[in-house]
């Protein structure tokens, strides 16, 4: 079946490192891919979204492209703030189902 | 409210008891979703309704579990006989019409133990 993997976590960075959390996808068709973001002791949040093969996402300095060739959508942001500590989870959507499947979440510490 | 409100946001609940978890979604959603969320793991996906249709239970995994939203508002997803396996954060989530807009709106979540 359609599925996520995300890489594990704990993620720890400092203040104004660059990161990568890598996201692979494995669907039977075209989905639509996302990022959703967890803050503590809050409901998760849409961060970005791509809905066909070579479109970017971005929001907040995150970005992430759909890449088709290596199903990835792999996030990134070029400077990382210690209010971005969160958990990351990405995501697709494939019509026929009409509903998000996840993956396990990537939990991110940036230290000040 | 502006958001998903989920309650009770905890819950403890001694083996072999029932327990109910509400959801308000947000006003005029007419999709509403449940997610489990285990200990380190992504939500997986319960149930959905659209109005007061469930049209997707495949993903409750026991008789046990049952959910409902008799007026196309508020849903509750009761739990009978409850298991230390039920233990997780239950999350509700709703959308204007359908997932095809692609954008959710999750609650708080409620976590419940059983102990």
């Known amino acids: 079946g359609d599925s996520v993997t995300q890489m594990e976590g704990p993620v720890t960075l400092s203040e104004e490192a660059f990161l990568t959390i890598n996201c692979t996808y494995t669907a039977t068709g075209y989905p639509s891919l996302f990022w959703y973001v967890q803050y503590p002791g809050e409901g998760l949040q849409l961060l970005l979204k791509?809905?066909?093969?070579?479109d970017k996402g971005s929001n907040k300095g995150f970005e992430a492209t759909y890449r088709k060739e290596t199903t990835s959508f792999h996030l990134e942001k070029g400077s990382v703030q210690v209010s971005d500590s969160a958990v990351y989870f990405c995501?697709?959507?494939?019509?026929?189902?009409?509903?998000?499947?996840f993956g396990k979440g990537t939990r991110l510490h940036i230290l000040p | 409210g502006a958001g998903v409100s989920q309650s009770p946001r905890y819950k403890v609940a001694k083996r072999g008891q029932d327990v109910a978890l509400r959801c308000d979604p947000i006003?005029?959603?007419?999709?509403l979703f449940w997610y489990q969320q285990a200990l380190g793991q992504g939500p997986e996906f319960l149930t959905y309704f659209q109005n007061e249709a469930q049209l997707d239970k495949s993903g409750l995994p026991s008789d046990r579990f049952f959910a409902e939203r008799p007026e196309g508002s508020v849903s509750t997803l009761k739990i009978q006989r409850t298991q230390q396996e039920d233990s997780a954060v239950y999350l509700c989530?709703?959308?204007?019409?359908?997932?095809?807009?692609?954008?959710?709106?999750f609650g708080s979540g409620t976590q419940l133990s059983v102990l």
């Open positions: 791509a809905t066909k093969a070579d």
């Open positions: 006003s005029g959603h007419v999709s």
């Open positions: 995501a697709l959507y494939m019509n026929r189902d009409d509903k998000i499947i």
């Open positions: 989530a709703s959308s204007l019409v359908g997932v095809s807009n692609e954008k959710l709106f």
